[in-house]
């Protein structure tokens, strides 16, 4: 507690924040850093360790006394290294080269991360301690990690507020599509021919650490304007958008030109274009006027120069001269805000209070957002945002079940089942519900097929036929949030089979954000034998399975969870028999919880519903900033978490409070923007 | 010598090489035009070497990949059983190993490292490297500049979704084998008929609208070069990838208009053919066709000399269902735990490829070019990442190299390698073939000599 009020006081110390008032009311709103990991800055504080040169607190006041709880993590990671690490990695006989007894104090552990990356990766893995020695439980394992893990973002968390890298970003595919549709007018998917960009960071593909471009995207770029650009020429409609201005008796064609290249850069850049870079552009319609083009085909092969421009094509923001982070500038912030909840440019509107600097006001871009998530234009966000947090995305492409065995599986199944979460999001997005409903539910988005699928019978919406429609669920029904729907069961399961395992993992991972470390080198996999088969369910085998006690300790967690949604088949149909024997969907959790069915299994989940909120912050948090987060990012995630808790899970509460922090507030000085190659890895 | 003399493309010898088993649409009404008679003066005798790497994931079942017999009297193994009209034709390499892939994860550090032959980088996207260039890249970095395309990079599935949280990789590393730079890997082409537009514009373009995408490209630059101004160092290098894709659109424009290049012409052009259809087929077989023909479209005009083709991502688990005797998707069986059944299934996985892999052979044989056929002058290798899908193992690769090299590789042959020999030593003498040498590749020893 103490650490985190300095951080965020010392934060205050910004004097051109213009918002600094709401995000320190903000920030402690809530319990901040509950997490015990907390006190071992309050052991070192209080113990004043060697290195530790002076207090965090800015203004010179005592620190508050440290209350040491129990247990401490510090001691209770020390006791683990001395039990397990140390009789090898210790002064001169030392494996490897590491002595880990030196590093006796945060101070040396932060001032080496690769290296404590390197144990952090090796202890989760299994791989250490080594096989001849005593092993590490699994959670022992897990909970190492994190505490090394949570050294490193309480250190961080330390000092002034930090808005963490700004990587340079490219458009996505999808962002390049809805900017070109916004900027023409049209309909047309014109990213349709770019090459599909993979995800980075925290799992989406707007990461810019993985929008690479490739030679072939410089060509693609250019087809693709002008294919666009062609589809909006023939279009009526799309060119009155464009030429806002046409030569007359009062204007020149060159003016003209001018103010309808300038009004659509500006718009392309998401910022008002330069002088410069408006002659620039005039130059080109000045070529094509020469080679005898019309006034119109003149301009339009001048737009070819804006939608091709890396202006255009990169989120690009201005430089941040010397070694201070600076508040964001009024288009910038537009544009992050517009990107994150349209993946498009700005609009008019929002364009107007970027430029008289209104929209960096809390309470003018709280209505924006209002605005912004009850305009249809949200869908593409959320369609991305849902679609690649659950995996629900794949579903009909890479994930597809087996054709022989499920032959009502067809291409709108399929769509219903990617479309399902998306409506969902939407509905909470728009009516400002709670996050928890995510989890839990007293309505489903179904069509006429689904409907049936989910085996519902009262409340069936009118006129019920391929689209989705919202359904209010009879009381104690089995449906209700993602973990249920079709669509996750479907991409938890084999194409043949279900899976508690994947399963499991699927809930631990997508929801919880706990996965299990991978399973150990070459280990032998269920048997699908017949012999091993004959007269089992797949519970009965895996629990065979897991007598192996080097598969146990992880599949104790995994799954029973599974086991929990065994009432679902591969495609997430009711069933009561595997295999001709009836399902026994109880569970007990290592935690010792047990439940019955998936329901119980849905209110244990939901007793978790805080650790849920943090790692659907870091997923929301990871897609509003286009990046993997950073050590000093999980202060917001924190932070954020506190704070929509105290506001009974809205969602709208969450998104403001990213926008307020300051990630999205602050831009870190270019010179000193943390390079994309810092973490080292495989050695 | 002049190569109009010789019999030239006839439109059954395609489809002869096209095989009787699939006449696709597309191929059924393509024409290959004759070369330009006045061009026929500068045509050196010689054509150059080309090189395709096809790529399969998931391994093969090790007992049922390796052929009996050593040197040019060796016995095809039930995998490699469709080579059979070509074992004259193929190098069966064993006991190559990827030294640097053998740590990580079981797939993408094999799949990303393949053919850079080095270890990628463990995370989800911040500090993506391969720590390498990759074979082809190398390649085409020296003979890139002779034809319009530098090389074609074609694949059937899109890059997977998310980041494989429990191993720790981006699936970006999973979706390319081609690597131009550490931090650059080669986006594929995934769209039979965007792949085609692609290849036929780059060798086609001309006149006005070339020297107008010249223009819009000079301001691109300009703007890019401005830009480049105000960033930091890591953004810079973000900028400058677009910019060097901008400036080799431009090279291949200036190579157009001046005429540059290689002084050989190619046999055939692109007029009359007909493009693939506007969508990416549904069934795996057509789409993988349609590939392997873009890349033999691709040789024969000479609009590159190198590309690589991803039957699957890593961890791909296209369904196989369709496939006779299989029933399930392609990753899960390669998990067999050496059950009978699944073995079956796995090896007939492993065939079918094979199958393509034939196709691709059959041809090219089929296509002449002066004396040769498009085979002799070229290298076509196929490898998996892994030896055992089981065991996720990067010894003993099953690889293949097909074709002459112009006359530089004695095929026939069964060639066993002393355990632990590099896979880089092959890339090292691929290289030498292309015209591309290098003193050291990876964790390469020394060049495989690939002529008897």
């Known amino acids: 507690m103490t650490i985190a009020r300095k951080s965020i006081g010392s934060f205050l110390d910004i004097p051109s924040f213009s918002l600094r008032t709401t995000w320190f009311a903000f920030a402690l709103a809530g319990s901040i850093y509950a997490t015990d990991t907390t006190s071992l800055f309050a052991q070192q504080t209080a113990a004043a360790t060697d290195l530790r040169t002076e207090s965090p607190e800015p203004n010179g006041s005592p620190p508050e006394p440290a209350i040491a709880p129990t247990p401490d993590p510090w001691l209770k990671a020390t006791a683990l290294l001395e039990q397990h690490c140390y009789c090898c990695h210790e002064g001169e006989q030392k494996e490897g080269g590491l002595d880990l007894k030196k590093y006796d104090s945060i101070e040396r552990i932060v001032a080496d991360r690769p290296m404590w990356d390197t144990v952090r990766r090796r202890v989760l893995a299994g791989e250490m301690p080594p096989r001849d020695h005593e092993p590490l439980p699994v959670e022992l394992r897990q909970w190492f990690a994190e505490w090394v893990q949570n050294v490193f973002r309480e250190f961080a968390c330390q000092g002034k507020p930090q808005p963490g890298p700004n990587p340079l970003r490219r458009l996505n595919r999808n962002q390049y599509s809805n900017s070109i549709r916004d900027l023409l007018g049209i309909h047309f998917d014109a990213g349709h021919s770019l090459p599909i960009d993979g995800a980075g960071g925290e799992g989406f593909d707007n990461a810019a650490e993985t929008l690479f471009l490739s030679p072939i995207h410089g060509e693609k770029y250019l087809e693709a304007a002008k294919e666009a650009l062609d589809y909006s020429a023939k279009d009526e409609s799309s060119r009155r958008l464009i030429f806002h201005k046409l030569p007359d008796a009062n204007t020149t064609p060159v003016d003209a030109a001018k103010a309808v290249i300038g009004r659509f850069a500006s718009r392309a850049f998401r910022r008002p274009a330069s002088d410069a870079e408006i002659e620039n552009l005039l130059k080109l319609y000045q070529t094509a006027m020469q080679r005898k083009s019309s006034f119109e085909q003149a301009v339009y092969y001048a737009l070819q120069g804006v939608l091709v421009s890396p202006q255009f094509l990169f989120l690009v923001e201005p430089t941040v001269p010397g070694s201070e982070a600076q508040p964001i500038d009024p288009y910038s912030f537009a544009a992050r805000l517009s990107y994150f909840l349209w993946d498009s440019i700005p609009d008019q509107e929002l364009r107007d209070r970027a430029a008289d600097g209104s929209i960096l006001k809390e309470d003018v871009y709280r209505d924006q957002v209002v605005r912004m998530l009850n305009s249809p234009k949200v869908r593409p966000m959320a369609e991305s945002f849902i679609g690649q947090w659950l995996g629900t995305r794949e579903i009909g492409r890479r994930i597809k079940p087996d054709s022989k065995l499920f032959l009502k599986f067809d291409d709108e199944l399929a769509a219903a089942f990617r479309e399902e979460p998306v409506l969902m999001f939407q509905h909470i997005l728009k009516e400002n519900r709670s996050l928890i409903e995510l989890i839990d539910s007293d309505y489903v988005f179904v069509n006429s097929e689904t409907f049936r699928f989910y085996g519902l019978k009262e409340n069936r919406p009118e006129n019920l036929v391929q689209n989705l429609e919202k359904c209010q669920l009879p009381p104690g029904h089995l449906r209700g949030g993602v973990i249920t729907m079709a669509g996750p069961l479907t991409v938890s399961s084999y194409p043949n089979r279900t899976s508690p395992v994947l399963r499991g993992k699927w809930v631990l991972e997508t929801i919880l954000g706990a996965a299990p470390p991978p399973p150990p080198p070459n280990i032998e996999p269920l048997s699908e034998k017949p012999e091993d088969k004959a007269g089992k369910t797949l519970r009965q085998r895996l629990e065979l399975h897991r007598q192996n006690p080097a598969c146990a300790s992880c599949h104790a967690t995994l799954d029973p969870i599974g086991f929990g949604l065994e009432h679902f088949d591969s495609i997430g149909r009711y069933r009561d028999k595997d295999n001709g024997l009836p399902i026994d969907a109880s569970g007990q959790l290592t935690s010792g919880e047990t439940f019955q069915n998936a329901l119980e299994l849905k209110k244990l989940v939901l007793q978790r519903k805080d650790q849920f909120v943090r790692h659907f912050t870091v997923k929301m948090l990871g897609y509003a900033l286009g990046r993997g987060l950073v050590d000093s990012d999980y202060c917001i995630v924190d932070q954020l978490v506190a704070d929509v808790k105290e506001h009974d899970y809205k969602i709208q509460r969450l998104i403001l409070g990213i926008l307020r922090s300051p990630a999205m507030q602050l831009r870190p000085p270019s010179e000193i923007t943390p390079p994309l190659n810092t973490q080292t890895s495989n050695q | ?98 030294k640097n892939s053998d740590s990580g994860d079981g797939h993408y550090v094999k799949t990303a490292g393949l053919l850079t032959s080095t270890t990628i980088n463990k995370t989800v996207g911040v500090d993506l490297n391969c720590n390498g260039v990759s074979m082809d890249q190398v390649a085409a970095q020296k003979i890139g500049h002779l034809t319009p395309l530098p090389s074609i990079e074609l694949g059937i599935e899109p890059v997977a979704v998310g980041i494989d949280g429990v191993v720790g990789y981006t699936r970006v590393y999973g979706a390319h084998i081609a690597w131009r730079g550490p931090t650059s890997p080669l986006a594929k082409e995934i769209h039979p008929r965007l792949a085609y537009e692609r290849i036929v514009r780059a060798g086609g373009q001309g006149g006005d609208s070339l020297q107008a995408d010249r223009s819009v490209l000079d301001r691109v630059m300009e703007d890019a070069k401005q830009l480049q101004g105000q960033l930091g160092a890591n953004d810079r290098r973000r900028v400058d990838e677009y910019l060097q894709s901008v400036r080799s659109l431009e090279q291949r424009m200036d190579r157009l208009a001046n005429h540059q290049g290689d002084p050989w012409k190619p046999r055939a052009s ?38 690589t083709f991803m039957f699957g991502n890593s961890v791909s688990n296209i369904n196989f269902a369709w496939l006779d005797g299989v029933s399930d998707a392609h990753h899960s069986l390669s998990h067999h735990q050496n059950e009978e059944d699944k073995l079956r299934q796995y090896e007939r996985i492993a065939k079918w490829h094979m199958e393509q892999y034939a196709y691709m052979l059959e041809r090219m044989k089929s296509l002449r070019e002066g004396e040769q056929s498009l085979l002799e002058n070229s290298m076509v290798m196929f490898g998996s990442d892994l030896r055992d899908g089981n065991a996720h193992d ?44 290098v003193e050291q590749f990876a964790d390469s020893k020394e060049k495989i000599p690939l002529q008897a």
């Open chain 2, 1 to 98: 010598m002049n190569i109009l003399k010789n019999k030239s493309l006839s439109r059954r010898t395609l489809l002869r090489g096209a095989g009787a088993a699939l006449a696709l649409p597309w191929l059924e009404a393509m024409q290959i035009r004759k070369l330009l008679g006045s061009e026929q003066e500068n045509v050196p005798a010689k054509a150059p070497v080309r090189m395709a790497v096809l790529f399969m994931p998931n391994g093969v079942p090790p007992k049922k990949w390796t052929p009996e017999g050593e040197g040019a009297d060796f016995k095809l193994s039930p995998i490699l059983e469709p080579l059979a009209p070509f074992q004259k034709d193929i190098l069966v390499l064993t006991q190559l190993w990827n």
């Open chain 2, 270 to 307: 692109y007029d009359g053919m007909t493009q693939p259809g506007e969508k990416i087929p549904d069934k795996h077989l057509e789409h993988c066709r349609l590939m392997i023909d873009l890349m033999v479209l691709a040789f024969q005009t000479d609009t590159t000399r190198i590309a």
């Open chain 2, 394 to 437: 990067p010894h003993n690769l099953p690889i293949v190299l097909a074709g002459q090299g112009g006359g530089r590789i004695t095929t026939g042959r069964h060639l066993i390698y002393l355990r632990n020999t590099p896979l880089a030593n092959l890339y090292l003498s691929m290289l030498d073939v292309m015209g591309a040498p």
